[in-house]
């Protein structure tokens, strides 16, 4: 798979202990369904609820302890 996705397409991508990265056409909502202006093309989304920009990332992460990994993960 390509990581330059078509016009059309959405492409997320998870990082390990890292946030998930949306490329491709996409719209971000709120809660409340208003939408939400991210302000570029590529966005990281928060996943470990450290954010202070939440939902995107701002690299709070970096911050705090790895997480065990998966049960099953190889």
Request: with cysteine; net charge neutral; hydrophobic share 30%.
């Amino acid at each position: 798979m390509s990581d330059s996705p078509g016009e059309d397409v959405a492409v997320i991508r998870a990082y390990e202990d890292g946030p998930l990265l949306v490329r491709g056409s996409f719209e971000l909502r709120d809660e409340t369904g208003a939408v939400i202006d991210p302000g570029r093309a590529t966005i990281a989304l928060c996943r470990c609820g450290k954010s202070g920009l939440k939902p995107l990332c701002d690299g709070s992460h970096a911050l705090t302890k790895r997480r065990p990994p998966r049960e099953g993960a190889a």
